[in-house]
């Protein structure tokens, strides 16, 4: 009798607890379905009305798609040439205003005083901090990359200050007029630790961190600070890869992670880089990714 009535106890308990573990798992996986339903379906429908963040955004890769949605479009980059082209195409197909600022981001502090200038008197809606840079060729050892005393100032001027400079030159604006958007570009290289991509990987978990913390501070001050952590993108950086379904054109791309904006404030892009992201995450999870076997197996 004494043992029946302490295992119907056990039994009571190991029940209770089985059910609440699976109503968790339940709970949680409807929140992320959902979630992923919304950002990635449902922004397609109803997209946020990005002309209420101002009339000025700026720059290159969300170009087209921030001309279509109606903005006036500040350009940097480094190259002149490719620089009026780009304006020309916004102007005569979008019929919007430019304003174009070359420099290189890569040079570090010292460009930041002339950007300052140049962004005089226009009002600074939305930033997209899109730039960012990898090592001449892909993957490398951090001391086989090539000209390392050059190269990994680049990186890190161009992937982590550019981003951290941009934000301090046009936030307080934007506090100003009590409402702004700024799109920082991370990287999935960031969502774990990704040896032989050392220096990229470390400054895209900047980006992202930085994003995020950023948000939390301005938010309540109507400031939405979205960031973006895309998988491979046909483009110069990755040697124009062709278009597959994993891999997303990057005027696809930039479509599908501006819809998102309003929906989420840290996202995959697009949908086919968040079941990437998830699939990774699963199967090639950061202990693996760190391990002697598969750092050898990239080398
Ligand atoms: N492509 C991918 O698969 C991928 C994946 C994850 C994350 N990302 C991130 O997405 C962002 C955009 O990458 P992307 O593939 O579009 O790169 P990209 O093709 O090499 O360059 C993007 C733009 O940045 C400008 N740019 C490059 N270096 C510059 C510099 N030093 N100073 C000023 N402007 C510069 C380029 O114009 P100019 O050449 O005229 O200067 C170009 O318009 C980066 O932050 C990258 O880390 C890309």
């Not at 916004?90 to 174009?100: F, N």
């Not at 892909?138 to 400079?165: E, G, K, M, Y």
């Not at 700024?182 to 990987?201: F, K």
Request: hydrophobic fraction near 40%; charge should be positive; charged fraction near 15%.
């Amino acid at each position: 009798m004494g043992d029946t009535a302490e295992w119907s106890w056990y039994s009571l308990v190991l029940c209770s607890i089985g059910s609440i573990t699976v109503v968790y798992y339940m709970l949680r996986w409807s929140w992320q379905c959902w979630h992923g339903f919304k950002v990635y379906v449902l922004s397609e429908i109803w997209q946020t009305d990005l002309r209420t963040y101002g009339q000025w955004a700026g720059k290159v890769f969300f170009k087209e798609w921030l001309a279509k949605r109606g903005l006036d479009i500040v350009l940097i980059s480094r190259s002149d040439d490719k620089l009026r082209s780009v304006a020309k195409e916004i102007e005569s197909r979008y019929k919007r205003q430019t304003h174009l600022i070359q420099t290189d981001f890569t040079e570090g502090h010292s460009i930041y005083s002339a950007i300052t200038q140049q962004l005089e008197g226009l009002e600074i809606g939305i930033l997209v901090n899109n730039v960012g840079m990898n090592y001449i060729g892909v993957l490398a050892n951090f001391l086989d990359v090539p000209d390392p005393d050059q190269r990994i100032t680049q990186v890190i001027n161009c992937n982590t200050l550019s981003v951290t400079q941009m934000c301090r030159l046009v936030l307080p604006g934007m506090l100003e007029r009590g409402k702004g958007l700024i799109i920082n570009i991370s990287s999935e290289a960031a969502s774990q630790p990704q040896p032989m991509l050392s220096v990229y990987s470390a400054t895209k978990i900047f980006v992202t961190y930085f994003s995020r913390c950023l948000h939390a501070e301005y938010r309540s001050k109507g400031i939405t600070v979205q960031c973006v952590v895309p998988f491979i993108v046909s483009t110069n950086m990755t040697h124009n890869i062709p278009v597959n379904p994993l891999v997303k054109s990057a005027a696809s791309f930039a479509r599908d992670a501006l819809n998102t904006v309003g929906y989420t404030t840290y996202t995959s892009g697009c949908l086919t880089h968040a079941l990437q992201h998830y699939a990774l995450s699963i199967f090639f999870p950061g202990w693996l990714r760190l391990s002697s076997f598969c750092v050898q197996r990239m080398d």
